[in-house]
């Protein structure tokens, strides 16, 4: 099935290459001669709002096009390759085999066009166009234009127009340096640093176990695709920020591609004959987040009731809950909610218990809501809840109780996707079928939102997890008419727009929470809080606990200020039960520096996991108990200092949780760091422990005194490129700040304040 533009009418002309599904095996884009017009050279130089844009060179074997500032023309934050081309066109498409899911889309490139020529640059409306024509084979030469736009302070908009409908990839070549290192794509998982890769943008599912052994095969035998790849991720956004203190991006939502494997190159294409691209300049890594978040959005200020403690992730009912929040109430812990999935019901299918997604409270295993929630509220603690964009078929014989069938009321009003055979787009196995909603159909949003207003928040619930969105298949039939393959990685921002306005329009907009995995590049403007997804319940760097670190850094360069991940993580495996190779279960030495690791995070959240009666649970012993209510303390020791960074980031989007780089950017001591450590702000610097049977620690902090806000400690550090060495045991992680910072010492006295220490 092709997904992009039909080919048939031209495929007869070229010689169709072999197409390639993993994206790291596609062949290296390579720059081609610039193609003359047959007139003499003439170099030519514009000014584009604050940017100066020139063609320079001696003579066409050594033309380039360059990018600078108006106010330092000798420092060029883009340039074409000597004598190359810089526009790339090709004949090509993708589609996706079935059961193969988005990690392996199938890319097919039926000709690429050569060099081009550089005919023009003029002046029209304050903006500078380029043309010239690409030597496209069969198709003869192909125009393009090349506009170049400010579009912003420190933003120079690069739309790429080719002149044939048969171009179905664009893109643009530009120069890179060996030293040159390349940070962010949205939320990542298996690296910081991206430099030598070729990193995919479509919005998948992440994965399980992505790349570690036995598991891997194993699930890969069992659903092609399922256990993911190093690129899969719920939430990859085309744009990143380099050590040359630039950035880049798409403003595409079409499947794209970066390629960073030319030390001396970076190609950025995507599938479509229209490209528009941003560069985006500034003095510091701060300075390019907050002007790449002026387009994607800015996260609003997070609700203060969310930032005072921990939410705590459990099931099982009305009992269940108020003796979990009393048993913690016991250990003064600081509570800020509990989060119960299943206030709409659980099911039983074969891989074992799983949420019904028919959105409505299930009073029969909730009995007693409405006196639970009063009593929960009474001592300041809010329920939340879950859901999602999908919808199941409900049979009475499988349910016993329902007010309301919303799968049949959605089907009924034509509210669900359709392929392009005519069947209903589902989503999950044979026996956890559902049904995906149409969100680009009007009708639609507002019956869902209405299903939001009134089913949840109608309730009494002051958030939820707004999960998935990542199963738009790329043969729907949408309402809106747009293609399905655009729309498969809008669809997230699509997702998380309808529950903001749902928020909106019932007057909780600065109240109530939902919490996203899916996003695209625009979710951070609706979103009001990002998760990880679903990491394994290891200690692993390929879906562990260390990976959910990696995301936090990754993401918060393209605007997801607030993010977090399950303390626990999600995915457990019985091998003995499934057959599987080895078994995953949670430990209590995982549980215990997991739930060390979400007290340094925006929000404070546990996951009982998929097997909750097989992993270890916050309240399995007494001293686990213990030690989640001392670091809910913890969390709420810097509540002032999150404030602060709250209302920061939603003034300048600028990520709570930073890598050193954001503030040290010329200290490439920090430059490889993916997980090891990471900053709160500006002021306090966090080491947490991501191995097991580990009570020590190494950090790089930049020359000074060291204060660990725990313990005391001094500590005198020579520099970046020399670690220090910090104790770390079960329950006094490593957190420091510099000696007279006034938020570490006022974080420090809170601690005391909260008898989390102990001072004599």
């Not at 044939?164 to 530009?174: H, K, Q, T, W």
């Not at 001592?379 to 809840?385: A, E, S």
Request: hydrophobic letters at 40%; charged letters at 20%.
């Amino acid at each position: 099935m092709k997904i992009f533009r039909s080919l048939v009418f031209i495929l007869s002309s070229f010689a169709l290459t072999t197409g390639y599904a993993k994206y790291e095996e596609a062949p290296l884009i390579t720059t081609q001669a610039l193609v003359s017009t047959g007139d003499s050279f003439s170099s030519w130089e514009y000014s584009v709002g604050d940017f100066l844009v020139s063609w320079q060179g001696n003579d066409l074997a050594d033309a380039r096009l360059v990018v600078s500032s108006t106010a330092n023309s000798r420092d060029a934050k883009w340039q074409s390759l000597p004598g190359s081309s810089f526009v790339m066109a090709a004949v090509a498409s993708v589609d996706a085999e079935p059961r193969t899911g988005y990690s392996h889309l199938n890319e097919k490139t039926a000709a690429i066009c050569t060099g081009h020529s550089v005919e023009n640059g003029r002046i029209v409306n304050g903006s500078l166009a380029i043309t010239g024509a690409l030597d496209c084979s069969a198709l003869g030469e192909v125009g393009y234009t090349l506009t170049l736009s400010e579009v912003g302070t420190g933003q120079l908009q690069f739309d790429l127009k080719i002149e044939n409908d048969s171009i179905g990839r664009s893109g643009l070549i530009f120069a890179s340096n060996a030293e040159e290192r390349v940070f962010g794509f949205g939320e990542q998982f298996s690296a910081f640093d991206f430099k030598g890769k070729r990193v995919p943008i479509m919005v998948d599912e992440q994965g399980l176990s992505r790349g570690a052994q036995p598991l891997t095969d194993w699930f890969d035998s069992r659903s092609i695709s399922a256990a993911g790849e190093w690129y899969s991720t719920y939430a990859p956004i085309p744009h990143f920020i380099t050590t040359d203190l630039r950035s880049l991006m798409l403003e595409n939502a079409e499947f794209s591609v970066i390629d960073l494997r030319n030390d001396n190159q970076i190609a950025m294409d995507a599938y479509t004959n229209h490209l528009v691209a941003q560069l985006i300049v500034g003095e510091t890594p701060l300075d390019l987040i907050e002007r790449f978040t002026s387009y994607s959005g800015r996260m609003r200020a997070l609700p203060e009731w969310s930032t005072k403690g921990l939410i705590l992730g459990i099931q099982g009912g009305t009992d269940r809950i108020l003796a979990a929040a009393s048993s913690l109430k016991n250990e003064n812990a600081a509570l800020s909610a509990m989060w119960m999935q299943d206030w709409q019901g659980q099911r039983q299918v074969a891989q074992g218990k799983r949420l019904w997604w028919n959105w409505e409270l299930d009073d029969v295993r909730y009995a007693r809501w409405e006196g639970m929630v009063g009593t929960l509220r009474a001592d300041d603690i809010r329920v939340m809840g879950y859901i999602n964009p999908y919808v199941h078929e409900l049979e009475e014989a499988e349910k016993d109780y329902y007010r309301r069938n919303l799968s049949q009321e959605a089907r009924d009003q034509g509210f669900l996707i359709r392929r392009t055979d005519g069947s209903l787009a589902t989503t999950g196995g044979a026996n956890f079928l559902a049904y995906v909603v149409d969100v680009t159909n009007p009708e639609a949003r507002e019956w869902l939102k209405d299903v939001i207003k009134t089913e949840l928040l109608g309730v009494g619930l002051s958030g939820w997890m707004a999960d998935f969105g990542e199963a738009l298949p790329l043969d729907a039939v949408l309402y809106s008419g747009e293609s399905p393959t655009e729309a498969h990685n809008r669809y997230p921002e699509y997702w998380a727009t309808l529950n903001r306005e749902a928020i909106e329009e019932a007057g909780e907009g600065d109240e109530a929470l939902f919490f996203m995995r899916a996003a695209f590049t625009r979710s951070p403007g609706a979103s009001t809080l990002f998760w990880a997804g679903d990491q394994t319940s290891n200690w692993d760097n390929y879906d562990g606990i260390k990976t959910s670190v990696t995301a936090l850094l990754t993401s918060g360069l393209s605007g997801f200020a607030f993010n977090h991940s399950d303390v626990g993580g999600w995915l457990s495996i019985d091998g003995d039960d499934l057959g599987a190779p080895v078994s995953v279960r949670r430990s209590k030495e995982l549980m215990l520096r997991w739930i060390e690791l979400g007290a340094f995070q925006a929000i404070f959240r546990t996951h009982e996991g998929l097997k909750p009666n097989w992993a270890h649970q916050f309240d399995t012993d007494q001293e686990t108990l213990k030690h989640i209510a001392r670091f809910s303390n913890v969390y709420n020791a810097w509540y002032d200092y999150r404030r602060t960074l709250v209302e920061e980031a939603a003034d300048k989007g600028w990520p709570l949780v930073r890598h050193p780089f954001l503030h040290y950017p010329q200290e490439q001591s920090f430059w490889p760091l993916s997980y090891q450590q990471y900053m709160i702000g500006s002021e306090l610097w966090f080491a947490p422990v991501l191995d097991e049977g580990v009570n020590e620690v190494s950090i790089r902090l930049p020359e000074g005194t060291w204060v660990h806000a725990i313990t005391g400690q001094e500590y005198n550090s020579e520099g970046a490129d020399v670690a220090l060495n910090i104790p770390a045991p079960i329950g006094t992680p490593a957190v420091l700040y510099r000696q007279d910072s006034a938020v570490g010492e006022q974080f420090r006295q809170k601690l005391i304040e909260n008898n989390v220490i102990v001072v004599n």
